[in-house]
């Protein structure tokens, strides 16, 4: 199962380190519940609540949201998730993984 859960993780950062584009990340999560969109700062605080952030960090999400065109939750196997921040162009250039 550790090797399983190695391939999925090394697939997450591939998709990260390439800053692959948002239809790269739908096929990669394409298997699992319809990847959703993070309306509203009030939204990607909730989903954001349990992780360990300062609170400049989590000022730098805020800001983070609201340069980004569209900022999308992806589910992956073994309980994996990402939550990508796009450009204009479609591009991821923020990714929070757990």
Same mark, same amino acid.
């Given at each position: 199962?550790?090797? /399983?859960?190695?391939? @999925?993780? %090394?697939?997450?950062?591939?998709? &990260? ?5 948002e239809? *790269? ?11 959703? /969109?993070?309306?509203? @700062?009030? %939204?990607l605080?909730?989903?954001? &609540?349990?992780?360990?952030f300062?609170?400049? *960090? ?41």
């Amino acid at each position: 199962m550790e090797a /399983a859960w190695s391939g @999925i993780r %090394e697939n997450i950062n591939k998709l &990260e380190s390439e800053h692959a584009f948002e239809d *790269e990340w739908r096929k990669a999560a394409e298997l699992h519940p319809e990847p959703k /969109a993070v309306q509203s @700062i009030t %939204e990607l605080k909730k989903q954001t &609540e349990g992780m360990e952030f300062t609170s400049l *960090e989590r000022d730098q999400l805020t800001k983070d949201f609201n340069i980004s065109s569209r900022v999308i939750h992806f589910g992956f196997e073994c309980n994996y998730h990402a939550l990508v921040f796009f450009d204009d162009a479609k591009r991821a250039w923020k990714v929070i993984k757990w």
